[in-house]
């Protein structure tokens, strides 16, 4: 698959590395981001998070706009 971001800047020889968590569309390594989240765990008292971080890709546009103020 090819990055959406670069196609939109007429380049397409990029090879995606992964797909957006929040958009679904393919994005590369230059416009990914690589993210730890914290897992939450639900039990009967409540919620704790796990000791292990998970990842998640999103691409620059929506990273942008999560941050964006
Ligand atoms: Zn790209
Ligand atoms: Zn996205």
Same mark, same amino acid.
């Given at each position: ?29 230059? /416009?990914? @981001?690589?993210?730890?989240? +914290? #897992? ?6 409540? &919620?704790? /998070?796990? @000791?292990?971080?998970?990842? +998640? #890709? ?6 942008? &706009?999560?941050?964006?103020?």
């Amino acid at each position: 698959m090819r990055c959406y971001d670069c196609l939109q800047e007429a380049r397409s020889d990029t090879t995606s590395i992964g797909v957006c968590s929040r958009c679904s569309l393919a994005t590369c390594e230059n /416009h990914a @981001r690589v993210r730890q989240v +914290r #897992v939450t765990h639900q039990n009967g008292l409540g &919620a704790s /998070h796990g @000791r292990i971080p998970a990842r +998640r #890709v999103i691409c620059h546009t929506c990273d942008m &706009a999560e941050t964006a103020h």
